[in-house]
């Protein structure tokens, strides 16, 4: 009777214990090997990104009742091409540069005319086919501390990995893209990654400042607090309308724009976000009215100064 009783005390033991002690250290890894560590960031100290997108496009056969210089053309096709640099470097701990050489060339289709909001926002009236480089941006950007909480900043373009203050002024100057900071939206806000259309990609009735490559320069602030963001800024125009020449008289020719930026929960503590933006562009500018009586459209130096909104 007590060899039965060994035995089966050693069955239980080696057959059914071991068995469940070893399932309960698959479902608990940390019993063997301890938690894992939080991983430690380290701040950088230069940032360097490209992106390079190929648009093309074609249209098919269809009838118009008529056909002028600028209609949208039958039976055509047209291909853009775009490449970007992203580089960015800490200056110090809270100054960062920015520059952005950029190559672009390419058609859009029927010159870019013949309809109200183009279907390729690559797509500019630059009237140069080949490639050709330039200087997309060109800036240095200051942040103020308004708080001594750090928070973490991801590496991205034009981003350098590390810790930014979590309210703060930013201060930026030089040559950027207003459409970088002010009427954003993560489902359609670029050209290159999402949807192809000039007035998806921003509000249709935004005329932010650009020259023809949607770029431009200026000053822009922006205050980051915990439950709002509130965005200013003050740049050129072009000297003429499409060029890539800046008027740099700005008593005459300017664009203001601000936007406050508030998050808020929408469904179920889906995020979301409310923006109302102002602008105000001084320029010269057409009257509809006497382009209608007249008949006629007035070279851009005959033009008189207006201010849009």
């Known amino acids: 009777m007590k060899t039965k009783g060994l035995l089966l005390k050693n069955f239980i033991r080696n057959f059914l214990f071991q068995p469940f002690a070893f399932a309960m250290i698959i479902s608990s890894p940390s019993i063997l090997f301890g938690q894992e560590k939080t991983e430690e960031k380290n701040p950088a100290s230069t940032s360097i990104h490209y992106q390079a997108t190929t648009v093309s496009q074609w249209a098919g056969n269809f009838n118009s009742p008529y056909v002028g210089s ?3 053309l039958p039976q055509q096709n047209g291909m853009t091409i775009s490449a970007t640099y992203f580089y960015a470097h800490k200056l110090s701990k809270n100054t960062e540069f920015v520059v952005n050489p950029e190559m672009a060339g390419g058609a859009g289709l029927s010159g870019v005319y013949g309809i109200g909001s183009f279907t390729n926002a690559e797509a500019m009236r630059t009237g140069q086919k080949a490639p050709f480089v330039y200087v997309a941006r060109a800036f240095v950007k200051h942040n103020f501390p308004l708080s001594s909480e750090m928070v973490w900043q991801d590496d991205a373009a034009n981003t350098v990995a590390g810790y930014i203050p979590k309210e703060r002024l930013s201060l930026i ?18 050209g290159r990654t999402q949807f192809f259309n000039w007035s998806i990609g921003t509000q249709g009735a935004y005329d932010f400042a650009a020259d023809n490559k949607a770029y431009t320069q200026g000053i822009l602030a922006e205050v980051v607090k915990e439950k709002w963001k509130l965005r200013y800024a003050i740049t050129q125009l072009s000297l003429v309308p499409n060029g890539l020449e800046f008027n740099y008289n700005v008593t005459q020719a300017f664009h203001q724009v601000i936007e406050l930026e508030k998050p808020i929960s929408i469904v179920a503590g889906r995020p979301g976000v409310i923006r109302a933006l102002f602008y105000a562009t001084a320029n010269k500018y057409g009257v509809f009215t006497e382009a209608m009586t007249e008949g006629i459209a007035k070279p851009f130096d005959s033009l008189r100064n207006n201010v849009h909104f």
């Open 70 to 72: 600028q209609s949208f």
């Open 173 to 190: 100057v030089g040559k950027f893209a207003l459409t970088d900071y002010f009427d954003g939206n993560s489902i359609s806000h670029d």
